[in-house]
């Protein structure tokens, strides 16, 4: 079992940054990918940004291009979602979650771990 916990979520104005945190515990290991994904009111969980198991390899989400980055620190477990130039429409809830392969998918069903979701309210 892997248990998620991200932090960092909040409310911040139009253009502004913000970052995300998520922690990790029990099984976890640097083989498996991990992977930002958001879910707005009404909409499917979407892909954002996922990282391979080393932290080499990144994929985007379309609406991550240019704006976020992720990063993964495997020696304490965590990775992270740097937000830039953030829109209303990026306002939903973040998920964290652990892959099943080494590198990223973009599929939800390739993530067997799911973080509790933390709020990001952007407003304009």
């Known amino acids: 079992q892997v248990q998620l916990v991200e932090s960092g979520g909040g409310l911040v104005q139009a253009g502004g940054s913000l970052s995300l945190s998520c922690a990790a515990s029990?099984?976890?290991?640097?083989?498996?990918?991990m992977a930002w994904f958001r879910q707005a009111p009404g909409k499917e969980r979407e892909f954002v940004l996922g990282?391979?198991?080393?932290?080499?390899?990144?994929n985007y989400g379309d609406s991550a291009k240019g704006r976020f980055i992720i990063s993964r620190h495997n020696a304490k477990n965590t990775v992270t979602l740097q937000m830039t130039s953030l829109k209303p429409e990026d306002t939903a809830v973040y998920y964290c979650?652990?892959?099943?392969?080494?590198?990223?998918?973009?599929?939800?069903?390739?993530?067997?771990?799911w973080g509790q979701g933390t709020q990001v309210t952007v407003s304009s």
């Open positions: 979650a652990v892959g099943r392969g080494y590198y990223s998918s973009r599929e939800k069903n390739a993530y067997d771990y």
């Open positions: 990282i391979s198991g080393d932290g080499v390899s990144t």
């Open positions: 029990g099984r976890t290991s640097s083989t498996y990918a």
